[in-house]
């Protein structure tokens, strides 16, 4: 049988594993942070007629540019924004790609501040991009000082930021973003995946964005609108910004039944966002439970909750596992993830920590 290695694959993928968590039939999946709700049944036929109307011209190609759709994200997000400050995709890792193809590539480098989310050094890879692993403190957190003093240290051409970081959960202060605003030589990304799961009073990058011209904030339908079936996201920048990835973006890229199912999604916003606030409920009902009960726990401005386990965090993996409750191990020692799910799914995996530390 032929193998990887019989086959003149390039010499830096040798060796590595493709991105993935595991898809596992357990009882409650809580390692992917998707929305656990489903989507509601007017949401449902509103999407079916919206997708039927495609279905005539599947044979014509879509709106190359996604113009309505990226028109509707802009009314959604405010600030001002109009389609000309957005640009959609399959997900916000074809919008990082696309960015790192733009602005990266071979010769070029990109810092992220790790432990953050595992897509960005292996989008680094696949664009042929070095990478460099910054450092964030002790506690997961990210300071002005610590910040500046690395971007000013490796002079990257693309620096990520998440906002609230993936695996820890805590949103970014402002004052980071705009001190690397300061002193990078190149684009700035925010990756704002879990945005609209912050709690009260956390500021968005989008604020930045007058009069910062390589601030880039990405965001996607996956997380707080239950769409991750439906694989859209996109980003927010200067226009500039959205002509430069243009010029490395597949044609059609979008097809004409992302774009209806996401604009359907997006006019019935009010009923799929309603899911937020009971997820957020969940997610500090988790916090401060396993607080109570001696565990750390990072600060969670997502749908997800950080969480420190005696010994070894895959023997603790797999006693979750066997309990029917699967979460996400995420490469930390004496470290777990889970998804803040339904009341019912949090009962499960309280109860299943509960066997856990008997």
Not at 37 to 53: L, S
Not at 216 to 233: D, E
């Amino acid at each position: 049988m032929t193998t990887l290695d019989d086959l003149p694959i390039r010499d830096d993928l040798r060796g590595r594993s493709p991105y993935g968590a595991p898809q596992l039939d357990v009882a409650v999946r809580l390692n992917t942070n998707e929305n656990s709700y489903p989507v509601p049944d007017a949401v449902v036929d509103a999407i079916g007629k919206a997708v039927a109307a495609e279905l005539r011209d599947l044979n014509r190609y879509p709106d190359r540019d996604a113009l309505a759709l990226r028109a509707d994200l802009a009314d959604y997000l405010g600030h001002g924004l109009t389609a000309g400050h957005v640009w959609a995709a399959n997900g916000s890792n074809e919008i990082q790609q696309q960015l790192l193809q733009a602005f990266a590539g071979p010769g070029r480098v990109a810092l992220g501040f790790t432990p953050a989310y595992s897509m960005h050094p292996l989008l680094a890879l696949g664009t042929g991009t070095g990478w460099v692993a910054g450092r964030r403190g002790a506690d997961f957190g990210l300071t002005v000082d610590d910040a500046v003093s690395q971007v000013r240290a490796h002079h990257p051409d693309v620096v990520f930021l998440c906002s609230p970081n993936n695996p820890t959960g805590t949103a970014l202060d402002p004052a980071v973003i705009g001190a690397v605003l300061d002193v990078a030589p190149g684009m700035v990304v925010v990756d704002e995946a879990y945005a609209e799961f912050a709690r009260a009073g956390t500021r968005t990058a989008l604020e930045l964005l007058p009069g910062h011209p390589r601030l880039v904030v990405t965001r996607t339908m996956s997380k707080a609108f239950g769409f991750a079936g439906g694989r859209l996201g996109y980003l927010v920048a200067d226009p500039a910004v959205v002509d430069a990835v243009q010029l490395v973006r597949l044609p059609y890229h979008l097809s004409a039944l992302t774009q209806a199912a996401a604009r359907a999604a997006l006019a019935h916003r009010g009923a799929l966002l309603a899911s937020v606030a009971a997820i957020r409920e969940q997610r500090d009902r988790i916090v401060g439970e396993l607080r109570r009960r001696g565990h750390r726990v990072a600060d969670s401005d997502a749908n997800f909750v950080l969480f420190s386990v005696d010994g070894d965090q895959a023997v603790a993996w797999r006693a979750l596992l066997d309990a029917g409750v699967l979460v996400r191990d995420v490469g930390l020692p004496g470290w777990l993830r889970v998804t803040a799910g339904t009341p019912a799914e949090t009962d499960a995996f309280l109860d299943a920590m509960e066997v856990l530390s008997r």
